[in-house]
């Protein structure tokens, strides 16, 4: 008898994804982990540790993801918590970063989400039972990031999509939540998750001086814990009823509340011509 979760993690051969497949791991879960690096996940964890399938999967190809998602079903026998963690960013002002640059990152972080949700909701809805976590970001949920538009664009995406999913799949006992962290100490700002414009401009001081900063400042220097934020998702997926908006760390907290004063007030300032605005 099946007595713990199985587990399918995409982009978990680095940062809070591999964080995740540990804890899990360790804790007695099964996991399907998927990389479009199969070698780099096999090397980040060890082949003896416990029921652990490693998947090469490409985000871009629906049938790639198709089939990571039946090998996992196959092997481990079943799938019930579903974490869409896969994903990168895109440093870049809005006028420097080229068409190809911002779909790729839109190829990656939205619509490769897209392909797992499309391919795994089935078996969730039919098993009448599943838990998913949709990894954005607190630039998801406020944009006040000076080059980082594209990115919170995809994530802001994420956001969006995630509530209407919360809202679909809710009377098939399917429980669903966005997770917005703030900056927790993982490789997210080395050179292999954070791509940088082609073309910059000089024009944009401002983008530079935040491209500099998270390159050379704010990494390896984040607050956040990642073993504690894995340990937060596992505990949150054996909760009740997980909540369809999950903030991870004290800063993720504060810039969202920042954002939320600002609506407010912006909101109340203009409330009396905005909502004049009906026939008579």
Same mark, same amino acid.
């Not at 679909?168 to 927790?184: A, C, I, L, N």
């Not at 082609?198 to 607050?223: C, D, G, K, M």
């Given at each position: 008898?099946?007595?713990?979760?199985?587990?399918?993690?995409?982009?978990?051969?680095?940062?809070?994804?591999?964080?995740? &497949?540990? +804890?899990?791991?360790?804790?007695?879960?099964?996991?399907?982990?998927?990389?479009?690096? #199969?070698?780099?996940?096999?090397?980040?964890?060890?082949? /003896?540790?416990?029921?652990?399938?490693?998947? +090469?999967?490409?985000?871009?190809? $629906?049938?790639?993801?198709?089939?990571?998602?039946?090998?996992?079903?196959?092997?481990?026998?079943?799938?019930?918590?579903? &974490? *869409? *963690?896969?994903?990168?960013?895109?440093?870049?002002?809005?006028?420097? #970063?080229?068409? $190809?640059?911002?779909?790729?990152? =839109? /190829?990656?972080?939205? =619509?490769?989400?897209? +392909?797992?949700?499309?391919?795994?909701?089935?078996?969730?809805?039919?098993?009448?039972?599943?838990?998913?976590?949709?990894?954005?970001? &607190?630039?998801? %949920?406020?944009? *006040?990031?000076?080059?980082?538009?594209?990115?919170?664009?995809?994530? %802001?995406?994420?956001?969006?999509?995630?509530?209407?999913?919360?809202? $679909?799949?809710?009377? %098939?006992?399917?429980?669903?939540?966005? &997770?917005?962290?703030?900056?927790?100490?993982?490789?997210?700002?080395?050179?292999?998750?954070?791509?940088?414009?082609?073309?910059?401009?000089?024009?944009?001081?401002?983008?530079?001086?935040?491209?500099?900063?998270?390159?050379?400042?704010? *990494?390896?220097?984040?607050?956040?814990?990642?073993?504690?934020?894995?340990?937060?998702?596992?505990?949150?997926? $054996?909760?009740?009823?997980?909540?369809?908006?999950?903030?991870?760390?004290? /800063?993720?907290?504060?810039?969202?509340?920042?954002?939320?004063?600002? !609506?407010?007030?912006?909101?109340?300032?203009?409330?009396? !011509?905005?909502?004049?605005?009906?026939?008579?």
């Amino acid at each position: 008898m099946k007595t713990k979760n199985i587990w399918f993690v995409t982009g978990a051969s680095k940062g809070l994804g591999l964080t995740l &497949v540990h +804890h899990l791991l360790a804790h007695g879960y099964a996991v399907a982990a998927t990389s479009r690096n #199969l070698e780099e996940l096999r090397q980040a964890v060890r082949p /003896d540790t416990g029921r652990f399938l490693p998947l +090469h999967m490409d985000l871009g190809s $629906e049938d790639s993801v198709r089939q990571a998602v039946a090998t996992t079903i196959d092997t481990l026998g079943g799938l019930d918590v579903v &974490v *869409n *963690n896969a994903g990168y960013g895109q440093i870049g002002a809005l006028e420097e #970063l080229s068409g $190809e640059e911002v779909r790729k990152n =839109f /190829d990656v972080n939205v =619509f490769g989400l897209l +392909h797992v949700l499309r391919h795994t909701t089935p078996y969730l809805r039919q098993q009448g039972t599943g838990r998913v976590f949709n990894i954005s970001s &607190v630039g998801g %949920f406020t944009g *006040n990031f000076p080059g980082w538009g594209i990115y919170c664009a995809t994530k %802001f995406a994420v956001a969006g999509l995630t509530e209407s999913y919360a809202a $679909e799949v809710k009377d %098939f006992g399917v429980q669903t939540s966005v &997770v917005y962290p703030g900056y927790f100490r993982t490789d997210f700002l080395t050179s292999g998750s954070l791509s940088t414009p082609q073309s910059p401009l000089p024009e944009y001081q401002a983008v530079r001086e935040s491209q500099t900063a998270h390159e050379q400042q704010i *990494n390896r220097n984040q607050p956040g814990d990642p073993e504690k934020a894995a340990a937060l998702l596992v505990h949150t997926s $054996e909760t009740e009823q997980q909540p369809v908006h999950l903030f991870l760390g004290a /800063d993720a907290y504060q810039m969202a509340e920042q954002k939320i004063a600002t !609506v407010q007030q912006d909101m109340q300032q203009w409330q009396e !011509v905005a909502t004049a605005t009906h026939f008579a």
